[in-house]
């Protein structure tokens, strides 16, 4: 099975970032038949998700973009926002 990592920097601090990964998740489970267990932590949360033939971890934190970085879009919002 490939390995695909994908890392995109944010301005959202935790809390929104947080639940942008919860959406993101609610849409992957109801549109991909994924299964997602989200595992908060103090600094960061971690969303896992299965499925036959996948298997993945979306791992969410408050680390800021430097001023003047780059203003993607984190992949949560992004794919929650293709529904």
Do not use: Q, Y
């Amino acid at each position: 099975m490939a390995d695909i990592h994908i890392h995109r920097e944010h301005r959202l601090g935790l809390a929104k970032a947080r639940k942008t990964a919860w959406r993101w998740a609610e849409a992957a489970e109801a549109k991909f038949g994924m299964e997602c267990t989200v595992i908060e932590g103090e600094t960061s949360d971690v969303v896992e998700f299965t499925r036959s033939g996948v298997a993945g971890r979306l791992v969410v934190d408050a680390v800021l973009a430097a001023a003047g970085g780059t203003k993607k879009k984190p992949a949560a919002k992004t794919a929650a926002k293709k529904k």
